[in-house]
């Protein structure tokens, strides 16, 4: 069976209170995920090098690009613009009651990702004879969440420093 790549929003951070979800129509063919490590380079006078020093992960980045097709093609979706404010209502838009966009998770098969949405961009691709927008690709980036517990317990520092 065929799974769909979901959203879930949440008003919380620690993603208990569940308040939406947005299953894609077509999986993505790929998405990219990035990791970061950083460091502070001690800065020497008259040397041949700078020592590099772990300072932080930071938080990892998901991105992908999935289409919205109003043709007949596919079913699920009937009107293009009407399904963008559906997407945006879960992963976009401002909640006035947390003082943000919603918290999310993206679950898609071994894939649970905690997050927010940090960017989204939209190209309209085909249109129909009155230029309604038939199909548009949606290019999004989101970036992890972790709750300060979670970031406690990756420390897993073993000294008192």
Not at 60 to 71: C, E, N, P, R, S
Request: charged content about 20%.
């Amino acid at each position: 069976m065929l799974k769909k790549l979901k959203i879930l929003a949440f008003s919380d951070n620690a993603l208990g209170r569940k308040i939406g979800e947005y299953s894609l129509q077509i999986n993505p063919e790929t998405y990219s995920h990035a990791h970061r490590t950083g460091f502070a380079h001690a800065r020497g006078i008259d040397t041949a090098g700078s020592l590099s020093k772990y300072r932080t992960h930071y938080p990892q980045d998901i991105k992908f690009d999935f289409i919205l097709d109003a043709t007949g093609a596919v079913p699920g979706v009937k009107n293009v613009a009407y399904e963008i404010g559906n997407f945006k209502k879960v992963a976009y838009s401002y909640n006035g009651d947390i003082h943000s966009p919603n918290y999310l998770k993206l679950v898609w098969g071994p894939m649970v990702f905690k997050c927010m949405l940090t960017s989204l961009n939209i190209t309209y691709q085909l249109f129909s004879p009155a230029g309604t927008p038939l199909r548009a690709k949606l290019s999004v980036a989101f970036r992890q969440h972790l709750t300060p517990k979670e970031i406690a317990l990756r420390g897993d520092k073993k000294s008192d420093d």
